[in-house]
């Protein structure tokens, strides 16, 4: 053969394996990726509970499942209001398998499910609550993971559903599709740390008033704690009741900016952390203060979970409703709130102080001996670790004009008392005044709020959100400072709380035996072409042909 022809049939092999190269592309897995948000790990006392496990690889499954169905190979892809919760107590109590869990999400939490006639189905936010309270008070040996519905998901979704309606579900035999989060073992987090944030608004001393004056607190705890940790913003529990804060210091600040109208009472604001683990953060705050200051507190006020009540608050409180502090405090509130043609009443609990477990954050006050009270849309107090901003409190749960009522209120109450006003019908944060509510202002923070998850555990002390609040506070008050401190108690943390979710198309054991067996019929028939061409049908046979044997004469 010529030298060009021997490079004629080179050419022609190399593009027939590029072409093969080529058809495997063509042919071979189809990935995407997905952001994805972990279900919180944690130790409550040594007790491991929430998600023990990070890493996935498994093909996808989504209901109807098969009956029987072997679920320990598979990572369930499932809807909110897809998914039995009764399904998950089985799992759970039956210590059964499961590959993983993927949850998808609603994009807007308050959005009715107008389809559903089940009883399992229902409002997404009170769906999500009891999935929140389930899995975050029990021990999950499977990686969970929430994500939120997309064209893509739900494409995804749609697929996953054929092939689990051939009642067969997906595998190495059968194909589909495979999800793989590739995730080191989590670590714990060493050495949490909690941000309180304060500033002051002193007072105007009289000519020869040497006595201090008294100091009323206001006080709300802006950190969460939900399924998810980087999701949990809380945008009512409690963004609302920061945001509040904010305004009134805002408002006052304008008040105490003159000497002609500033009180006879200094202010103290207080943001403080550590709120859903007993009000940590508070009662270390407390404890930072000198015996003096704590004295002069006449007493505190604690926003909590202000942004979404209609037309009743509710003023929780551990002293008797008797008390003369109580009583006082909570009449200007009644005042106040019958020209705003709204309802306060008033909640008393008392403290057990052989329980160190506190249901409202002025109970850490009350155990100072400070007088103090919650204000607050809830009735009853929250169970432990309950309503602190999990994954159905999102910016549709805070309402601009709660949060815009809540500070009325407070701030109006407020300045009766601080400038002797009471029995007066004066509105001192008259809209259309230089002192009135704006109400841009709380939208954008209750805005920002929203976007910006708060477990304290994963909140560095020098977190731009952290430092956004003390900037904010510095324009409206002074002395501005952040104490840092360690978050102790039975608590212990794990980090890994959000990944990337890959999702690979595989095709089934037949289809790839089908592939080989046409790949290879490809090939032998490629072969046989270039060594006729090359050398001739000759020698394709001499190859095949079986070599003569050769006898070994005997000596």
């Not at 926003?303 to 006082?328: A, F, R």
């Not at 001739?536 to 095949?544: K, Q, T």
Request: aromatic share 8%; with cysteine; charged share 20%.
């Amino acid at each position: 053969m010529s030298p060009s022809g021997e490079v004629v049939a080179s050419v022609s092999s190399a593009l027939a394996v590029l072409l093969v190269l080529l058809a495997c592309v063509e042919l071979g897995d189809a990935a995407a990726a997905v952001g994805v948000y972990r279900l919180i790990q944690y130790d409550l006392a040594g007790a491991p509970l929430g998600s023990r496990a990070a890493a996935l690889n498994h093909h996808a499954a989504a209901f109807p499942l098969p009956a029987g169905a072997d679920l320990s190979r598979s990572a369930l892809v499932a809807p909110l209001l897809d998914l039995p919760l009764s399904f998950l107590r089985e799992y759970l109590a039956e210590k059964k398998h499961l590959g993983g869990l993927l949850i998808l999400l609603p994009r807007n939490i308050s959005t009715k499910n107008v389809e559903g006639n089940n009883d399992d189905k229902g409002e997404p936010k009170n769906v999500l609550a009891e999935l929140e309270k389930l899995l975050m008070h029990e021990e999950v040996p499977f990686p969970v993971y929430f994500a939120f519905h997309d064209d893509n998901l739900d494409n995804l979704l749609a697929d996953i559903r054929k092939i689990a309606s051939s009642g067969q579900p997906a595998s190495a035999s059968t194909g589909g599709y495979k999800l793989v989060v590739p995730s080191a073992e989590p670590k714990k987090v060493s050495s949490p740390t909690i941000s309180n944030i304060q500033g002051w608004l002193p007072g105007s001393k009289g000519e020869g008033d040497a006595e201090q004056l008294p100091t009323i607190a206001i006080v709300a705890n802006y950190d969460t704690f939900g399924a998810a940790p980087a999701l949990s913003v809380g945008s009512d529990s409690n963004g609302s009741g920061a945001v509040a804060l904010l305004e009134i210091a805002r408002i006052f600040s304008r008040l105490y900016s003159s000497p002609k109208t500033r009180g006879k009472f200094n202010l103290l604001f207080g943001l403080t952390s550590g709120g859903p683990y007993n009000y940590n953060g508070t009662s270390k705050w407390l404890r930072s203060f000198d015996q003096r200051v704590r004295e002069s507190i006449d007493y505190a006020i604690c926003l909590n979970s202000v942004g979404s009540w209609s037309n009743d608050l509710w003023m929780h409180v551990s002293k008797p409703p008797e008390n003369p502090y109580i009583k006082q405090i909570f009449e200007d509130f009644s005042d106040v709130s019958k020209e705003m043609g709204i309802s306060v009443g008033i909640k008393h609990k008392k403290i057990n102080v052989s329980n160190s477990r506190v249901a409202w954050e002025h109970e850490q006050f009350s155990r100072f001996r400070v007088t103090a009270l919650t204000l607050s849309e809830l009735s009853t107090p929250p169970e432990f670790l309950e309503s602190t901003g999990g994954l159905y409190d999102t910016r549709e749960s805070a309402d601009v004009e709660s949060v815009m009522r809540t500070v009325k209120l407070v701030s109006e109450s407020l300045a009766r008392q601080i400038y002797g006003l009471r029995g007066r019908n004066i509105d001192v944060f008259a809209d259309n005044s230089s002192l009135a509510i704006i109400p841009h202002y709380i939208r954008s923070w209750l805005d920002l709020f929203s976007r910006t998850p708060r477990v304290a555990p994963f909140l560095q002390k020098n977190d731009p959100f952290i430092l956004a609040l003390k900037k904010e506070l510095s324009e409206h008050t002074t002395d501005v400072h952040v104490q840092n401190d360690v978050l102790d108690g039975m608590f212990t943390f794990y980090d890994a709380t959000k990944s990337t979710l890959n999702v690979y198309q595989v095709a089934s054991v037949t289809f790839d035996l089908l592939f080989l067996l046409v790949l290879g019929s490809y090939l032998i028939v490629l072969f046989s072409f270039l060594v006729i061409t090359t050398r001739g049908l000759d020698d394709l046979i001499n190859i095949f042909r079986r070599p003569p044997s050769r006898k070994v004469k005997g000596a």
